[in-house]
Structure formats: C-alpha cells, structure tokens
C-alpha cells in the first residue's frame, strides 16, 4: 500500500494534540512508514540460529563478582515496569497494589527490597496507574520511587491505514507501545539525564509482578566490571515457556530476542521447540545508562524492531473496527548495542503472576520472603516446576478467588501439581502433597475442610 502523506499528517497532528515529544512523534512516524511499506515485524528462521549455553555466562558462577556489585550500589537504580493493570485477572488498578502475602502487596514488597539494598528506585507508570501507584506510595511511606509515565500510540486503522477513531470512547484508540518504550521514556522524561548528572550509570529494570527480580550483586558486579552496555537474563526454556520471546543470534552476528509475534505462522514448531530454542527472555534486563545516552546522541531514538499487533479497536468488543498496535519490546534492545551480552539464571529469578493460579503459589509457602522482603523458594519444596491448574470458571477473577480461598493459601511446599474443577472452596489448612486433583460440582459450592490433606484424586 503507498504512504498517504494524509493519514501521517493526521497521526502527527494527533499526537501533538496530546503534546507529545517530538522524539515520539519520530519514532512513532518511523514505525509507521515500516507499516506502510509491508513490514511485518515477523523473523524468520533462515535469519536466527540458536543459542547454545556454551555461548552463555551462567549466573552461578559469578559470585566472585559480588563486592564490586556492593561497590557500585551507589551508582545503580532499580527500574520497575509497572503499567500493568491486570484487567485478565479482573483487577481494575495498578496490578502491583494486588496483595502477595498477608499486608503486603508487590509495590511495598519493592519498596522494602530497595530500601534494604539501599538502591534507588524508579517506577514507569502508565496513564492506567500512574494515580494509584503515586497515592499508594506515600501512603506506605517506608520508601521512596521516582516515577515516570509510559507514552502511547495511536492505534492504525487496518483497512487504510488511518488514525483509529471511536467518539465512544476516545482513549481506546490509543495503546500503550509496549515496554520497549522504557527508553523513550527515559530520556523525555528527562530521568536519564538526571540519573547520569547524579552519577548513577547502572539500571536494572524488570516487571513489577516478578519478585524474583531482586537486584543481584553479583550480576550487577559482573555488569559493570565488564561495562557491559547491555546484559539479558535468560533461562532455560521448559514446556510451560513455550509461548515466551526466545534468545537467538542473527546473521550480522548479534544477539536478538525473537517475539511469538515475531514469528511466522508456518514456524511455530520450531519457535516452540524448547530443544532448538532453549533460552527464553524472563524481561529481567540491565542497561548501562552512559551507552543509551550515547545511542541517542548518535541515533536521536531508539528504533526497536516492531511488533504489529491485530486487536478489535475495543478490546471488549470483537465486532468493533480492526487495527494494528504498534509495540516494541524492551529486551529486543539487545540487538542494537554491539557487545550486548545474556546471563543464564536460575527459574528462581522468575517468579511472575500472570494468572490467579500464579498467585496462589505466591501467596502460599511455596515462596517465602526473608529479611528484606527478599523472596526465596521454600528449601523443602518438593518440586522447581510446581503446576497450579485452577478451574477458569470459578478462579478467573481475584475477587471469586479471594473468595474461595479467604482462609489463606494452603501450604504448597511438597506439593508438585494441584488441579482444580468446580465450584471448590477451601478452608485451612490444607496441605498439599505430590500430584493432587479435587473435584466438586460445577452446579454447587463444596468445601475441602480444615486439616484435609491432599495427594491423588478426590471428589467432593
């Protein structure tokens, strides 16, 4: 399709409508143009080969790196990504304000953590949480967060290219361009330079759902010796990581992070073989802050490869007009930094919440904080790779879940897989021990009762 000098004019009026920095009108603009032109953002496989670990360092055997992270704690921040609203888990705020043990949500979970490290911290909030997130930070008063908000995109009509209208609802034909966008952000926001004016050069930045993300001394040692400009944490790729952005290595010979939305409809098979593939990105990532000032100095932006994402204009509405998102993400940054590095760590550095089933193991005793509210896996856990299946009908949601498990989480540390079916509620404690199944009614509430200890199958 030919570029429509009109549609672009259009969108950069839009965005100026909303005063937006003229480096993500560009950037933006940019985006668009690949669009018009065809692209796809898809990868292929004739352009990646894989990873070996071989080609890897691994993160156990840098504890000899450690004082220097010590060291250097005073010219490191934090960054936590924390625009998520957790609408799938029916959540309607700042999904970092959602309780992870009892009286403690992720967001004070992290603000402990920083304040025990004694690293600063900093938070990219979206337009969805940038007033709860600030409120709830002073009212927990026990640390501190520099805050900066996440742009958005207009969201592309598919049929010609033009600006999505909807007089409905005028906000949803924007889209939040992904957490690629942290490094935009960053520099209009004017928190890089500043950060640099203070002497802070070091970022370690991660999602705000994943308390394995602590800062590492010994990665952030190791980091730094090496003035690395740039260093992914990946870890081996198991069956449930099918779906996760892969680690490959283009044909120019650097790293590259590859997208399930990057991938080609016919190559599915092999982005999913964890055998071929066997890295995954777990969006832990750390920046040296001297080369992205420097990369936009010479680049004036950071152009990360695009992802077009199809969606209804409505996400709750199929039959609304279709469009395309443009987004980016943020570990596909190591593609552009020569000497970019990735570091295997343990599954232990990934401990996200995606689903009400995540919770559940995060909420019980399968994960416990220590000092600090640092988060450790139960050393009496029976499993590393314990599976959580609760019945989507009746669990979905925080608040049906709240409901059904309003005694508290039952203890998950011997526990290897619990599937749930029906309408189930549980009282405590209840234990879990190796594979257990439960199933009660579809039609009514049942109960596993106080002092229950589940192993194998049972029928309520």
Request: glycine content about 8%.
């Amino acid at each position: 399709m030919a570029e429509n000098p009109a549609h672009l004019q259009a969108f950069i009026e839009k965005m100026k409508g909303r005063q937006m920095d003229p480096i993500v009108i560009d950037t933006f603009a940019d985006y668009y143009r690949q669009v018009v032109e065809g692209e796809t953002g898809l990868l292929s496989d004739r352009d990646i080969s894989p990873v070996s670990p071989d080609e890897l360092v691994n993160a156990e055997g840098l504890q000899t790196h450690r004082e220097k992270g010590r060291d250097v704690l005073g010219r490191t921040i934090m960054i936590k990504l924390n625009g998520g609203l957790g609408t799938s888990m029916g959540l309607t705020g700042a999904k970092s304000l959602l309780e992870v043990k009892p009286g403690k949500s992720f967001l004070s979970v992290i603000l402990r953590q920083a304040a025990h490290a004694g690293v600063e911290l900093a938070l990219m909030n979206s337009f969805s949480t940038h007033e709860d997130t600030a409120a709830a930070v002073e009212e927990m008063g026990g640390g501190r967060a520099r805050m900066f908000l996440q742009h958005m995109f207009p969201k592309i009509l598919r049929e010609d290219l033009s600006p999505a209208k909807w007089p409905a609802n005028s906000d949803l034909e924007w889209n939040p361009p992904g957490h690629g966008d942290i490094y935009t952000a960053l520099k209009t926001s004017g928190l890089l330079d500043d950060l640099l004016a203070e002497g802070i050069q070091y970022a370690f930045i991660s999602n705000s759902d994943n308390l394995g993300a602590t800062l590492d001394f010994s990665l952030l040692g190791y980091f730094a010796e090496n003035d690395l400009p740039f260093m992914m944490e990946v870890a081996e790729r198991t069956p449930a990581d099918t779906k996760g952005g892969h680690l490959a290595r283009h044909e120019n010979g650097r790293l590259i992070l590859r997208e399930v939305a990057q991938c080609p409809a016919d190559e599915m098979e092999a982005f999913t073989d964890i055998e071929l593939y066997r890295f995954f990105n777990t969006n832990n990532i750390w920046v040296n802050l001297q080369f992205l000032a420097d990369l936009f100095s010479t680049e004036k932006s950071v152009r990360l490869p695009i992802i077009l994402n199809p969606k209804p204009l409505d996400p709750r509405d199929e039959n609304s007009p279709p469009v395309f998102q443009i987004e980016t993400a943020m570990g596909a940054a190591i593609s552009l930094f020569e000497g970019a590095s990735a570091v295997q760590v343990p599954k232990s550095r990934l401990i996200p919440v995606k689903k009400c089933n995540d919770l559940l193991v995060l909420r019980s005793d399968y994960v416990l904080l220590e000092e600090g509210d640092f988060p450790r896996l139960n050393p009496k856990r029976a499993t590393d790779r314990i599976r959580v299946d609760l019945d989507p009908n009746f669990y979905k949601k925080i608040d049906q879940f709240n409901k059904r498990f309003a005694a508290g989480a039952p203890s998950l540390a011997q526990c290897e897989s619990l599937t749930v079916r029906g309408d189930v509620y549980f009282e405590a404690p209840v234990t879990v021990k190796g594979r257990a199944t439960v199933i009660g009614r579809p039609d009514a509430p049942t109960t596993v009762a106080s002092g229950t200890v589940l192993s194998g199958e049972l029928t309520l």
